[in-house]
């Protein structure tokens, strides 16, 4: 937008430019603003900021942009250069002050986990939307409750499942929707990273069970766990096998992030949540489900992918390649190449379009939370819940506590839902 209207502005003066406002992106009379308050200064908050910054030069139809209000974070420091980075107008080291703040309109909450509950639930009771990163909570109590407390207050709601959003996911979703790949008889989906696979790596807040609930299974088989009830449904059963492969870490100290290290002297402290897990399902209609886990999958940076296997076929897709389904459809293999065929994704593709007019780019994390964060404000417009809601979030919970206490009993469990 800037640029565009320094170029007319020379233009029109014959050379020379003009200020143009701080304005990120094009706007009309009839957009609504919708000011953000971002509980959180780490990781993801450069990726949830990324996508704002996005959203209305991706979807300028949408009639909602944001307006990137207040910044907060525990450390004074980290909510200052945070705000001064990420470009938010004030910061504040008190998330209370920033949920209940009548300029705010969206509460995004990227902290650790066990703020989620207390910080949705403040936020639902100002009237606040919300944008909560997974897992919803740490007990499928607590996030029952922000489901129903969203429910009754009237205000939209949206989690962090990133990956429900890419156009591939979508276009899975259809082909089973139309029967394009008939009963759907079974589903496997796997998330192995090896972020964690160093043992010297500090015992963050990740380790702790109280702070982050389940370890590898919450926070990235919750994922795999929202991917397989959206596509096929909710999962009613659970065999899980939950394994802690690293027992003990060293101490963390300072400031913390992704590849930081522990003090070689540091003491060591027990791993109080699951490194690697798998999980059998069953799905309401039968279907058969299996879930893998793992945050030390050496030699996998970032491994995430869902098949599912119907009566007419099966689709294959894995964020990695994120640019295409790998699709095989019984009976109309082609004589000559049976077997799967690459459907390289593209404009007609779910919201792809918003990205790229060609087929066969990948999209990523942060393009997809710009996918999140549209359907959360265009849900604000509408009055409705976005997708997926705190009651899909709610609902992944269920199953992940459904998992621990099957891994616990050595024994089929029931998912509540
Ligand atoms: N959807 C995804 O793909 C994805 C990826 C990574 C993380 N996550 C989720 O995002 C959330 C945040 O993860 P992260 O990796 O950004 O964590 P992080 O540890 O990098 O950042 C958390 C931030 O919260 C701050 N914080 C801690 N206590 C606070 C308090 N009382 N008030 C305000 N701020 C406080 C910390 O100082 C830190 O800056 C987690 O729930 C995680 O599961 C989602």
Known sequence: MCWNSRHADQAANGGGTKECSMTISPTTDTTRRLRVALIGAGLMAKSHTLAYGALPTLFPALGAAPELSVLADVD??????????????RWTSDWREAVNDPEVDVVDIVTPNW????????????????????????????????????REAGVSTVVGFS???????????????????GDVWSIKGHFVVDANADPSLPRTWHYERSKAGLGALGDIGSHVISLVQALGGPITRVFGDLATVVPQRPEASGA??????????APLLPVENDDVATVLGRLANGASVVIEASRVGNGHPFDLGVEVFGSKGSVRFSQQDSYKVELFLRGEEPAVFPGTTTVTL???????????????????????????IRNLFQAILDGTQAYPSFEDGWRVTEVLEAAERSSRAGAWENVSH
Request: aromatic letters at 10%; proline letters at 5%.
């Open 76 to 89: 004074d420091a980290r909510a200052e250069s945070g705000a001064r980075q990420l470009g938010f107008s």
């Open 115 to 150: 703020l989620h509950y207390e910080v949705a639930m403040e936020a639902i009771a100002a009237g606040k939307h919300v944008y909560c990163e997974k897992p919803l909570a740490i007990t499928a109590k607590e996030a029952r409750a922000m489901w129903e407390a969203a």
């Open 163 to 181: 990956y429900l959003g890419n156009p591939g996911v979508q276009l899975i979703k259809r082909l089973i929707d139309d029967g394009t790949l």
């Open 256 to 265: 913390l992030s992704y590849g930081s290290k522990a003090a070689a002297d």
């Open 346 to 372: 593209g404009p007609g593709h779910g919201d792809y379009a918003a990205f790229w007019p060609f087929p066969g780019v990948t999209l990523g994390l942060h393009e997809l939370k710009a996918i999140e």
